[in-house]
């Protein structure tokens, strides 16, 4: 079973910037995040395929930028200009398919981002 930890999160103020971490216990084709917020559908963020594609939902483009260490089997994402909207728990995702960004085959346990001045 394929097991993801994620790390980063935190309470910033608005405009600031925060970094997650999620590393995997093997090598995936797909690594990204989810979040989810209070009321709101769970929305995929961002994700990296190891061809090097890359997705972000559109209302963190510019902001936001994930990227990966291929040999840590470790995706980053570095969040900046961070907005009281972008506040929710975030998930860890990894994908063994090739094809396509969802859905999720393994999650990593969560972390709590809060954007609040």
């Known amino acids: 079973q394929v097991q993801l930890v994620e790390s980063g999160g935190g309470l910033v103020q608005p405009g600031g910037s925060l970094r997650l971490s999620c590393a995997a216990s093997?090598?995936?084709?797909?690594m990204g995040w989810y979040r989810q917020a209070p009321g709101k559908p769970r929305e995929l963020v961002a994700g990296?395929?190891?061809?090097?594609?890359?997705y972000y939902t559109e209302s963190v483009k510019g902001r936001f930028t994930i990227s990966s260490d291929n040999a840590k089997n470790t995706a980053f994402l570095q969040m900046n200009s961070l907005k009281p909207e972008d506040t929710a728990a975030y998930y860890c995702y990894g994908r063994q398919s090739s094809r396509g960004w969802e859905p999720g085959d393994y999650w990593g346990q969560g972390s709590q981002v809060t954007v609040s001045s």
């Open positions: 990296i395929a190891r061809s090097g594609n890359l």
């Open positions: 093997e090598s995936l084709f797909i």
